[in-house]
């Protein structure tokens, strides 16, 4: 243990105002968004910082009028059939191209690496004239399939996969597992971190996904919640209590899981630069 | 042997599935849409028309707007906020540090947020009769309001504050995970030799964060490149206004494409052009950046080999 104690520094002084400071704008923003979901829209604009009354009422225009259950249950079900959909297959060729290496194999994964610098906006109008001719536009299915086809999460999984000690497959092999048996049975339940990591930061992003959505979903029954917020926003006499409770429902699934996995979400978002 | 091959041909089996979707979904687009460049609709007729597209991409006003408003924005966001979380990373790191896992979640919390959750909050914050200017007001600091979302200066102020928030914690995170890998023997030596703490952050510290900055940088630039999110939701009216913000100052190039395919008669032909013109950018910026880096990297390397041998 370090027993040489040295007298504090006035350099320490400056570092804990500027984390002080820090803080306080970085958190204010949310203790702006619970005071202003029970206040009125003139309220809520003006800066009002206490707690009002006006919650109930709030939230009653944001079920009722705004239909947000019906968004929450579209981001649900979009978040979790993506999350399913996306670990089960990215995790099982992620396991393809690290335990069973070919030259052929690794050009194929350089070529995919290589189209992570596509951007978004180069795929859009192909993929909503393809979605167009699959009948899938205003379907939940047009985000859950093109979310789940990321490249990105097959790199996450293979960069985990890489310490992964290969005697304990060969063992299966011998004792008669197939293939197939040896991922799901032995490879999978051994890697549950990963699992969680790789399923928090999926969520994430389908649950905060806007583009894609605004693209294809077209109609107010198939509305996501990121939708919906944003369509409260720039209506033309804005709602600004109803907004506020609209951003606090939405943002609190994420907070929990936040919370609730730190560790996880944490490395699930430096999974990317592991060595 | 016969086994050995049979097990390498089951790994294709593995990649199917995901290979199957990603073909459809990312592949066929991007060949789709490198052929569309070539091409030009009017209505259901979709015409070849060669390097038209990319002709009319040299002479079109709008996207040079576009393109001018988002490099202003990722030479002037980027940058501050990449040495904001450095420094902030820089800060949380010292060991002796009180309320290290508070400051650290405080910073972080902003990154968790949806894009646009805080864009319609910081576009409230901004309101004309809104928070700031009440409480610059307030205190004597302001007489009168500024009309923040109306000139393009400010309103282009407020979006780079915005995504500031955001962002510098994330970012944050990956220098302090680097940082935590430095052996801390490093410092140790340095500061036998007499380094002060500031010296070892520039000479060991930054130097050893290199891989780090430079991935921070190339997301970062990849990202602000596609900005589409903040812009469209900040500008009133949302994707349905005449102007992206005071003097189209939100037009960046995302939101220009999806205005050329979704907003009046589609130009997919057009809009694929200008999606290829960003591809092109983010290319030549990502080769640059990993340029700049292997140089200072030789340099270091260069350095270090004189530093051990005048050791030994």
Known sequence: MDTRKKPRRPGMIIVYIVLSIASIFSLFPFLWIVVGSTNTSTDVIQGKMTFGNQWSTNITKLFGNANMSTALMNSLKIALFTVILTLLITSMAAYGFQMYKTKRKEKLYSFFLLTMMVPFASLMIPLFKLIATLHLINSVWAIILVSSASVFMVFFFRQSFVNYPSDVLEAARVDGANEVMTFFRIFVPSMKSTYAAAAIYTFMTSWNNYLWPLIVLQTNEKQTTTLLISSLSSAYTPDYGVIMSGISIATLPVIIIFFAFQRQFVEGMLGSVKQ | ?312
């Open chain 2, 1 to 312: 042997m016969a086994t050995e091959l049979k097990r390498k041909k089951v790994g294709w089996y593995f990649i199917t599935p995901v290979g199957i979707l990603l073909g459809i979904f990312l592949l066929y687009p991007i060949f789709y849409s490198l052929y569309l460049t070539l091409t030009s609709t009017r209505g259901t007729l979709t015409q070849f028309t060669g390097l038209a597209n990319y002709r009319k991409l040299f002479s079109d006003p709008s996207f040079f707007k576009a393109l001018k408003n988002t490099f202003r924005i990722l030479f002037l966001q980027v940058p501050l906020m990449l040495v904001l979380a450095l420094i902030f990373a820089a800060m949380l790191n010292s060991k002796k540090l009180k309320f290290r896992g508070f400051f650290r979640t405080a910073i972080f919390l902003p990154s968790v947020t949806s894009l646009i959750a805080y864009t319609i909050l910081f576009k409230m914050l901004f309101a004309y009769d809104g928070l700031v200017n009440s409480t610059l007001i307030k205190i004597h600091l302001l007489d009168a309001p500024i009309a923040w979302m109306q000139a393009p200066g400010t309103a282009t102020f407020v979006l780079i504050l915005a995504m500031i928030w955001r962002w510098t914690g994330y970012n944050m995170i990956f220098y302090l995970s680097a940082m935590q890998n430095i052996s801390g023997d490093l410092y140790e030596a340095a500061s036998i030799d007499g380094a002060s703490s500031s010296q070892g952050f520039f000479k060991i510290t930054l130097p050893l964060l290199k891989p780090m900055i430079l991935f921070t940088t190339v997301m970062s630039t990849i990202g602000t490149l596609q900005l589409f999110d903040e812009p469209m939701n900040f500008s009133a009216g949302g994707t349905t206004a005449s102007m992206v913000g005071p003097d189209n100052c939100f037009l960046t190039l995302s939101v220009y494409i999806y205005n050329l395919c979704f907003k009046y008669t589609p130009k997919f032909g057009y809009a694929a052009t200008v999606s290829y013109a960003i591809l092109i950018i983010v290319a030549i910026l990502t080769i640059i950046q990993f340029r700049v880096s292997e140089d200072s990297d030789v340099r270091l390397e260069r350095k270090m080999a004189k530093a051990i041998k005048r050791g030994n």
